[in-house]
Each structure stands twice: as structure tokens, then as C-alpha cells.
């Protein structure tokens, strides 16, 4: 397939305006505007663009709830809060071609009818952040943001927004509270932010993957889109590779492409005296997968048929010379730490998780400690006022159930079998 979403991704040297409208960029403008944005929202909703931040949440059912009749001020939020362990997409995309990204938020917010559009950027890519601001100037200047944006009647105003830092700030409502300035905290779920978001007004808030496609799907149709996709996905689709794979890298294949292929044809496979032990197929807060599953398509759906997650599409090999064990408390570890705070299963759950998993991975483990994991696990991810903790979980539990006999042989023998193995290949 043809490079779509990356083809002009300079990461050392973005394109500033002018070379980017060389490329065709800001076509989509032309588009949108002589559309209605009730028409722009039905194409995408027949295009089956799906949410590539984590959740898969249909884009075009999404916009369809704030409603046609919202109040103003209406908020575009693009969410480019990248924080999930092993995910590097969007941060190609902020520092490869911060004008994709600024013609994606006019398009959507026209679609949308929002008059401002917050580009929520990580606080660690505060270069990319800058960049992007530099980026916003220069389509101010030109005419194509501010008032009557080219004789269109619309008016908009984009504005990068650099976050404090916290994994937590990539939930949309905690992403919210964290631009009023308050704490990020999640909010309750009712009432929604498509009608009660950002200072109580209608927001819409969208990765920044999904919405880069949509200038796309506007200029060459929905139907086109959807033939992107093999095995029944649709679309392009950016998957990051990374762990025990020769070549680490962000590839943008066709949605529904195989793990196999990702990770064998694509990243290089193992070194060649490793064999895969699993996979966690996009990023850290999903559950593991077996070889066994090397086939299925990387796809929303059969991804969830196989008892895990899209995600971000972001795949972490293991292979037989990495323990689960391990890797699954470096996960929770960082998990721990990142818990907002604001429930008690959180907050004093996931460290609870990470203090066993610590005793079990330096020897002193017992037997009922493996029935304590799975019942705190349960507990914590039922309990929990947000999705952090049952993301967080996730792993945990896979691994439990993946990986049975390396926990066993942690807690019987009082040692990780994989130290004795690498002694014995080093």
C-alpha cells in the first residue's frame, strides 16, 4: 500500500506551508467547504473510520452526538496526549508534519461546526509542540484560520496546548479538566462532553490519527477508504513495533494486516536463536496474546475475538529469553505511578499489585499470592471509577493466564528461570 498518512512526514526537517501546499496539502479545504457538515459527517460514518487513539469508538457516530443544534462555543479537542508505553505514532506525526495536522483539525472541526480546536500536546514533546505553534502562525497568516476562513462563513481558532505530564491526561474528560487547569482527574461519564465538555460547552474530542484521515476520505470517498483495508479492516492504520524485534520502527500498513507480517516481514523478526514467547498487540495496556495468534488481523474486532485489545496498534514482542514476569512489573510499575489518585481501588490497588509482583519476581513469592493477584485484579477493575485501572490490569491478567508456569516456577523454585537461561547463552 502506498504511504497515505506518512508520505511527507519530515521528522528533521518538517514542511513548513508553502512546501507542504506543494504536496497537494490543504486541498481538502476546498472539499469540506463546499459540503455540508452534516454530509461531511455521513461520509465518514460510511467510511467506518474508527477511533485510533485506544478505544475504536466509531469517529462519525462520535461527532453525530453532540448534536446538530449545540450550543456555542463548540470545542474541537485533537488528542495528542501520547503517554501508552510503546506507542510512538504520534509523535512522528507532531514532528514529521504539524500542517497535516492543523488542515485534519479545520476539516473536522467544519464538520463539526466548532469555532476553537485545542491540540493537546504531551508535555515531553514540548519541540514538537513548538513546532506545531510555529506551524498554526504561519496558516493564520495565510488566511486559512481566523475569520471567514477563505470565504467559507466559518471562523476558527486553533490553540496547542502543552500538558504537565501524566498518562492520566489522555482520558478525554481528566485531558478536559487538565486544559481548565484543574487537576486531571477523570469526571463522571454523565453528562457527556459532546453536550458538557470543555467550561460546560459541546466538545468533541478525537486522537490525532483518526483525525488526519479525514482529510483523506473527503477528497477520495468513503468506499475508496474502506478498500485501504484487508481482512475486513478499513483504512490505513499506523502500528508501531517494538521489543525483541530486529528492526523497531512506526509502519503504516493497511488496517487488519496481520501480526505475523507486522512482526516478521516488517520488523525483521527475532534474533535468530529467539523464538516468540508472546505479544502484546497495542501497547502496554492490553492483554498478551500467544503465537497462536500470530494470524489474526490487526483489526478492532478480531483483535477483541482473540481476548484483547487494537489499542493503539502498537505491538511489544517478548521472546523466549524475556520474562513475563518481568515485564509485566515494569508495566505495573509505571502504572502505579501514574494513577491519578482520585479512587481508592487505584490508588492503592495497583501498587498492592506491583508490591506482590515484587516479592514473586525476587523469590519470596508463595502459592496463594497467584489466587491474591487474580482476585485483586478483579476487584480493582470493577471497582475503579474510570478505565485506567481495568487498562492497567489487563496485562497482569493475560499474563497470569499466558504465562501460568513461569510465575510457578518463580514461586517454587524461588528464582526467575530466565536469569539461568541468559547466563548459559552469554
Request: aromatic share 8%; glycine share 10%; proline share 6%.
Amino acid at each position: 500500500m502506498e504511504a497515505l498518512l506518512t508520505r511527507h512526514l519530515e521528522p528533521a526537517a518538517p514542511l513548513n506551508l508553502a512546501a507542504y501546499q506543494a504536496t497537494g496539502g490543504y486541498r481538502s479545504l476546498t472539499a469540506a467547504f463546499d459540503l455540508k457538515p452534516e454530509k461531511i459527517i455521513g461520509i465518514v460514518e460510511a467510511a467506518n473510520l474508527r477511533g485510533r487513539g485506544g478505544a475504536g469508538f466509531p469517529c462519525g457516530l462520535k461527532w453525530r452526538l453532540r448534536g446538530a443544534d449545540a450550543p456555542s462555543p463548540r470545542y474541537l479537542i485533537c488528542n495528542l496526549d501520547e503517554s501508552e508505553p510503546g506507542t510512538f505514532k504520534d509523535r512522528y506525526l507532531l514532528y514529521g508534519g504539524p500542517h497535516q495536522i492543523i488542515e485534519s483539525v479545520i476539516v473536522s472541526a467544519f464538520a463539526l461546526q466548532a469555532e476553537r480546536a485545542l491540540i493537546f500536546v504531551r508535555g515531553e514533546y514540548a519541540k514538537g509542540g513548538n513546532a506545531l505553534n510555529q506551524a498554526i502562525q504561519e496558516a493564520e497568516t495565510a488566511g486559512l484560520l481566523g475569520t471567514n476562513i477563505r470565504g467559507s462563513g466559518f471562523n476558527l481558532q486553533i490553540e496547542a496546548h502543552l500538558s504537565g505530564g501524566r498518562y492520566i491526561c489522555g482520558e478525554e474528560t481528566a485531558q478536559i479538566n487538565a486544559i481548565e487547569g484543574r487537576r486531571p482527574n477523570p469526571r463522571p461519564k454523565i453528562p457527556r462532553p459532546s453536550t458538557h465538555g470543555l467550561w460546560g460547552q459541546p466538545t468533541t474530542t478525537n486522537n490525532v490519527e483518526t483525525l488526519i484521515n479525514v482529510p483523506h476520505i473527503l477528497l477520495n470517498g468513503a468506499d475508496w477508504f474502506r478498500k485501504l483495508g484487508v481482512n475486513g479492516g478499513c483504512g490505513s492504520k499506523l502500528f508501531c513495533v517494538s521489543g525483541k524485534v530486529k528492526h523497531s520502527s512506526l509502519f503504516e500498513l493497511p488496517c487488519g494486516t496481520p501480526a505475523r507480517e507486522l512482526i516478521f516481514e516488517h520488523a525483521g523478526g527475532l534474533d535468530e536463536d529467539r523464538t516468540l514467547l508472546g505479544f502484546l498487540p497495542g501497547g502496554a495496556s492490553t492483554a498478551f496474546l500467544l503465537p497462536e495468534h500470530l494470524d489474526v488481523a490487526m483489526d478492532f474486532d478480531p483483535i477483541a475475538v482473540a481476548g484483547s485489545r487494537l489499542g493503539t496498534g502498537s505491538i511489544i514482542v517478548l521472546d523466549n529469553a524475556t520474562c513475563p514476569v518481568e515485564v509485566t512489573l515494569n508495566l505495573m510499575r509505571f502504572f502505579a505511578r501514574e494513577s491519578c489518585g482520585f479512587c481508592t481501588p487505584c490508588r492503592d490497588g495497583l501498587p498492592y499489585l506491583t508490591q506482590i509482583l515484587t516479592i514473586i519476581s525476587s523469590g519470596a513469592g508463595r502459592a496463594d499470592d497467584l489466587a491474591l493477584l487474580d482476585e485483586l485484579c478483579a476487584t480493582i477493575a470493577s471497582q475503579s471509577f474510570c478505565a485506567f485501572a481495568p487498562g492497567a490490569v489487563m496485562p497482569l491478567v493475560s499474563s497470569l493466564k499466558c504465562f501460568h508456569d513461569h510465575y510457578e516456577h518463580h514461586v517454587i523454585t524461588g528464582h526467575c528461570p530466565f536469569n539461568e537461561t541468559n547466563k548459559k547463552r552469554a
